[in-house]
């Protein structure tokens, strides 16, 4: 992986941090940094252990019995599969034939329970050859067990033998799917306790649809663990992680709380997606470690280039100067294609004629860099060589790390989310979950109604 900071300074873009400001505040992001790694948080305990791998591997020889996984899960135990599926194999994967995909499985992500959604799923799925993954670390979240709900069913309907097709991925000891696992001799997969969902794309959680349909975990793992080791060891203006950090503070500070992730890839865009949840739960809160209400967070957003310069770049230039943009770039594309020659008498045709595509792809990306540029928006780009699995293994941990600092920097836990539980609460009420009748309140009836 690459990374440039040249257009998120004020030596370049006249406006917004200059080197001297991050120099300034060097010695706050190395505190907080060090912090973080000495108190060997989770998401960095993880990738120091090969059980999670082990664990999912054993699993091998059955899962190659199926040809289609279907994760059932939201959020965090959804949109790590979605990022390592897209990213990483081709995009048109799960209408490939058997033979292209070379026996390896199709991944669908089931997370919704928008009931057009749902019902489109299992017209085209062949029950025999499919193997649902409950993922739920608490096992209560109500449309990840309404969509196990419907499984079984589909299962049981099918005359197929529940267990046969069903794995739970869920906590070790608490939590309901454990309780049926045991019940129902279901094969299970660990979710470790002190994991929050968003970073837990290195667990079973996204490793087990990821080995089913071919993709090397073990390199996903050695990325994560050589970045790991690369920025302990950079001096601080040679480290991007540091920099990415004292960057992104330094401008959300400077009002700049809009982060967009903009990618010039279809196969990285839902990487934007995993970031976006990482970025908005984790640093997204209201109170912080002093209990002390603080209302803070930077507002993730992700765009995908060329198409949204026809779409959001307008305002990118020209409106509010709140953001900093994150390109992603990707140098080799696995395939590519040049542009034929015809026309060759119009100018504005011959000169993307015999280019590769790509070629127009990352010149889009240059300008689009050097307008915002032009007009005092700052961005930052990180280039893929390639995307392969070391470097999207490298992608996940540098954000997760970023992440973990920033929150220590803005004195929040980026680990929780309280504001999540909430709604899942008043979820189970409208549901008539028993216990939960008295969390809808007189009190938290509207005082006046404005209903057109
Ligand atoms: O990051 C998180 O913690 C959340 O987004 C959860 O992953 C999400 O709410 C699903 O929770 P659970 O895995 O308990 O079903």
Known sequence: MKYSFTYALKENINEGISIEDIKNFQEKVDEAFDYVIKNDPAFIKLIKTDKYIEEVLELSEWIEKFDTIVVLGIGGSALGNLALHTSLKPLNWNIMSDMERKNKCRVFVLDNVDPDFVNSFYERLNPEKTLFNVISKSGTTAECMSNYLIAKKYIE????????????????????????????????????PEIGGRFSVLTPVGLLSALSEGIDIKELYDGARK??????????????????????????KADHNISVMMSYSNRLFLLADWFRQLWGESLGKKFDLQNEVVKVGLT???????????????????????KLITFLQVEKFDKDMVIPIYHSEIEALSCLSNKKISKLLNSELKGTILSLSENGVPSITLSFEEINEKNVGEFIFFYELTTAVMGKLMNINPYDQPG???GKKYTYAFMGRKGYENILAESKKPKLNLEL
């Open 157 to 192: 309907d099918s005359n197929l033998k529940v267990s046969d097709h069903l794995v739970f991925t869920t906590d070790p000891e608490k939590g309901i799917l454990r309780e049926i696992s045991k019940e129902e001799n279901i094969k299970t997969l660990t979710i470790p």
């Open 227 to 252: 970045a790991l080791d690369k920025f302990k060891k950079l001096s601080f203006f040679e480290n991007p992680v540091k920099m990415n950090i004292a960057l992104n503070y330094l401008y959300y």
């Open 300 to 322: 993730p957003v992700k765009a995908l280039g060329v198409v949204d310069q026809h779409s959001q770049i307008q305002l990118y230039n020209e409106g509010p100067n709140d």
């Open 420 to 422: 999540v539980e909430l």
